[in-house]
């Protein structure tokens, strides 16, 4: 059966519907939000810069990587080797050493950040060796609840949220970092 076809027929059969309550919901809240995602995001394995509005992030990016060689960003004033709006398929991201997005929303309670969509080939989170995520320190939220009021979908119709390295634990109960996406993830705080 159908998706559509099973969906059509739970609303046909549906005698009473009911709407969601109105509860609110208080997360938790810190004192210093950007120390708390700081902390939080060492705990699970990012690395954290802060930078100011004037810094250059180029510099930066490529202090933290001196052995990369090749770079893939589409972020306006960021020096890349790739553009992953310009590629003409994902598979040409391949090789990527350090990808560099933007953030949306960092979130402190558990030091993930959402990176929307604002690129053709979102691969580039994802197969780049590195990944350096750029956010302005005034985006940062307390919770999960504050992160969701805020996020805003682009075009694409995609993001994600990010939280360090990419970690599986499945294989002999075994802690492994960077199994599936980039080994290592750095955050570059702004402002």
Same mark, same amino acid.
């Given at each position: 059966?159908?998706?559509?076809?099973?969906?059509?027929?739970?609303?046909?059969?549906?005698?009473?519907?009911?709407?969601?309550?109105?509860?609110?919901? @208080?997360?938790?809240?810190?004192?210093?939000?950007?120390?708390?995602?700081?902390? =939080?995001? @060492?705990?699970? $394995?990012? *690395?954290?810069?802060?930078? @100011?509005? =004037?810094?250059?992030?180029?510099?930066?990016?490529?202090?933290?990587?001196?052995?990369?060689?090749?770079?893939?960003?589409?972020? @306006?004033?960021?020096?890349?080797?790739?553009?992953?709006?310009?590629?003409?398929?994902?598979?040409?991201?391949?090789?990527?050493?350090? $990808?560099?997005?933007? $953030?949306?929303?960092?979130?402190?309670?558990?030091?993930?950040?959402?990176?929307?969509? =604002?690129?053709?080939?979102?691969?580039?989170?994802?197969?780049?060796?590195? &990944?350096?995520?750029?956010?302005?320190?005034?985006?940062?939220?307390?919770?999960?609840?504050?992160?969701?009021?805020?996020?805003?979908?682009?075009?694409?119709?995609?993001?994600?949220?990010?939280?360090?390295?990419? *970690?599986?634990?499945?294989?002999?109960?075994? &802690?492994?970092?960077?199994?599936?996406?980039?080994? $290592?993830? =750095?955050?570059? &705080?702004?402002?």
């Amino acid at each position: 059966m159908k998706k559509e076809d099973l969906l059509r027929r739970l609303r046909r059969h549906t005698i009473q519907q009911f709407d969601m309550p109105e509860t609110a919901v @208080k997360g938790i809240t810190y004192p210093d939000v950007a120390r708390q995602f700081i902390e =939080t995001s @060492k705990n699970v $394995g990012c *690395k954290v810069i802060e930078a @100011k509005e =004037t810094d250059d992030l180029n510099a930066i990016i490529r202090q933290a990587y001196p052995d990369a060689q090749v770079f893939a960003s589409n972020v @306006k004033g960021i020096q890349a080797d790739r553009n992953p709006d310009t590629v003409a398929e994902a598979q040409e991201l391949n090789g990527t050493d350090v $990808g560099i997005v933007e $953030g949306q929303v960092a979130v402190a309670e558990n030091g993930c950040v959402w990176v929307p969509q =604002t690129m053709k080939e979102r691969v580039v989170c994802f197969v780049s060796e590195q &990944l350096v995520i750029l956010v302005r320190r005034r985006r940062i939220v307390n919770n999960m609840h504050e992160a969701y009021s805020r996020i805003q979908m682009t075009d694409y119709g995609y993001g994600c949220f990010i939280s360090g390295p990419s *970690k599986t634990a499945d294989i002999e109960q075994a &802690l492994v970092m960077g199994a599936q996406a980039a080994r $290592g993830v =750095t955050v570059i &705080l702004i402002g």
